[in-house]
């Protein structure tokens, strides 16, 4: 008889997914009668985009690799196959798989992930996390300039009432546990401590860290912007240059309520199903940060000499090449210097 439930944490996206991944993954041992499924990495959204994602081989970061119908099916086979043996040789009252991938499966992946799952546990539980709307976009935002060049013409559909109406439907809303990302409402301010609050598994005070990935600041998001309005392409360097820009001081990257507005897609409607259906709310004081946001692409593109000096500082060598500033409009070797930064010191 099975008698493993089986907890899904799915994200999502900039929600403290990595501190909570790598913390099971590192106390593995140390989980009481729980275990931590993986296959070799904390991370398992690979594993499940291998397992479940129908269109694998068009996704970004697969297209590359070309691959076929049946490389395809031999990754999925295998994904499968690990998940079963695991399941299999699991004899703890819960086991754990966290992959925020799944945040972004369709209603026919999620049916086939829980067809899947659901012979080989006692039950199969959501738990996803969701930031308000107006720090999801601007966290979005710096996603896309990082992979490609991204206008403010974009509207951002972020669906979360969707989103949730998927995951009642395929797992049951008894199944389903939302989250509002929300450091002032978790234990310590720690997203770890409260996931394992939640799933009430045992807390190792110091295993948490509340070293998460904020994003990059305001000037950093303005350099980025102003190289891949040169480079509107991922490249191979783009890795290493964003790490060094992550580097940035500055103050955050926030969007002027006013363009918020402008860029948001989803209805008050959906806001209000979502805010009804998960008993919390997702509205921020969206002025808060009008004396630093930006309102316009124009406000991307004015770099200050501030940004100009750090430019010059990261990259100039001591006792060796100094690195002048260029005049702060011309934006071509402004994208030229960004695009040194991923070479070595």
């Given at each position: 008889?099975?008698?493993t439930?089986?907890?899904?944490?799915?994200?999502?996206?900039?929600?403290?997914?990595?501190?909570?991944?790598?913390?099971?993954?590192?106390?593995?041992?140390?989980?009481?009668?729980?275990?931590?499924?993986?296959r070799?990495t904390?991370?398992?959204?690979?594993?499940?985009?291998?397992?479940?994602?129908?269109?694998?081989?068009?996704?970004?970061?697969?297209?590359?690799l070309?691959?076929?119908?049946t490389?395809?099916?031999?990754?999925?086979?295998?994904?499968?196959?690990?998940?079963?043996?695991l399941?299999?040789?699991?004899?703890?009252?819960?086991a754990?798989?966290s992959?925020?991938?799944?945040?972004?499966?369709?209603?026919?992946?999620?049916?086939?992930?829980?067809s899947?799952l659901?012979?080989?546990?006692?039950?199969?539980?959501?738990?996803?996390y969701?930031r308000?709307?107006k720090?999801r976009?601007e966290?979005?935002?710096?996603?896309?300039?990082?992979?490609?060049?991204?206008s403010?013409?974009?509207?951002?559909?972020?669906?979360?009432?969707?989103?949730?109406?998927?995951?009642?439907?395929i797992?049951?809303r008894?199944?389903v546990?939302?989250h509002?990302?929300?450091a002032?409402?978790?234990?310590g301010g720690?997203?770890?401590a409260?996931?394992?609050?939640?799933l009430?598994?045992p807390?190792?005070?110091?295993a948490?860290?509340q070293?998460?990935?904020?994003?990059?600041s305001?000037p950093a998001?303005?350099l980025?912007?102003?190289?891949?309005?040169?480079?509107?392409?991922?490249?191979?360097?783009d890795?290493?240059?964003?790490?060094?820009?992550?580097?940035m001081?500055?103050d955050?990257f926030?969007?002027?309520?006013?363009l918020?507005?402008?860029l948001l897609?989803n209805?008050p409607n959906?806001?209000?199903?979502?805010?009804?259906?998960v008993?919390?709310?997702?509205?921020?004081?969206?002025?808060?940060?009008?004396?630093?946001?930006i309102?316009?692409e124009?406000?991307l593109a004015?770099?200050?000499?501030?940004?100009?000096r750090?430019?010059s500082?990261?990259?100039?060598?001591?006792?060796?090449?100094t690195v002048?500033?260029?005049a702060?409009?011309?934006?071509?070797?402004v994208?030229?210097?960004?695009a040194?930064?991923?070479?070595?010191?």
């Amino acid at each position: 008889m099975v008698t493993t439930r089986l907890v899904i944490h799915s994200g999502g996206h900039k929600t403290g997914s990595s501190a909570i991944q790598r913390y099971l993954f590192q106390q593995r041992e140390q989980l009481g009668d729980a275990i931590y499924l993986h296959r070799d990495t904390a991370n398992s959204s690979l594993w499940m985009l291998h397992a479940f994602k129908r269109d694998l081989a068009e996704l970004p970061a697969f297209r590359h690799l070309q691959l076929t119908e049946t490389d395809v099916c031999e990754l999925r086979e295998r994904a499968r196959e690990r998940l079963h043996s695991l399941a299999m040789q699991c004899q703890a009252s819960l086991a754990v798989l966290s992959a925020e991938a799944i945040a972004s499966f369709s209603l026919g992946e999620l049916n086939e992930m829980k067809s899947f799952l659901a012979p080989l546990f006692s039950r199969v539980e959501i738990h996803q996390y969701f930031r308000p709307m107006k720090s999801r976009m601007e966290s979005a935002y710096q996603e896309r300039l990082k992979h490609r060049f991204a206008s403010l013409e974009k509207k951002f559909h972020l669906g979360y009432n969707r989103r949730i109406e998927l995951l009642d439907e395929i797992f049951g809303r008894e199944n389903v546990n939302i989250h509002k990302y929300d450091a002032t409402e978790f234990p310590g301010g720690d997203v770890v401590a409260h996931f394992l609050s939640a799933l009430d598994l045992p807390v190792e005070q110091s295993a948490l860290s509340q070293s998460y990935n904020e994003g990059l600041s305001l000037p950093a998001v303005q350099l980025l912007y102003v190289y891949r309005k040169f480079n509107p392409s991922l490249t191979p360097a783009d890795r290493a240059i964003v790490k060094q820009l992550s580097h940035m001081p500055g103050d955050p990257f926030r969007f002027h309520s006013a363009l918020y507005h402008e860029l948001l897609a989803n209805g008050p409607n959906a806001v209000f199903l979502f805010e009804q259906r998960v008993g919390f709310s997702i509205t921020e004081n969206l002025t808060a940060d009008d004396a630093i946001g930006i309102r316009s692409e124009q406000d991307l593109a004015e770099i200050p000499q501030q940004s100009l000096r750090w430019l010059s500082d990261t990259l100039s060598r001591p006792g060796g090449t100094t690195v002048v500033p260029p005049a702060d409009a011309d934006l071509s070797a402004v994208a030229a210097l960004v695009a040194s930064l991923h070479e070595p010191g």
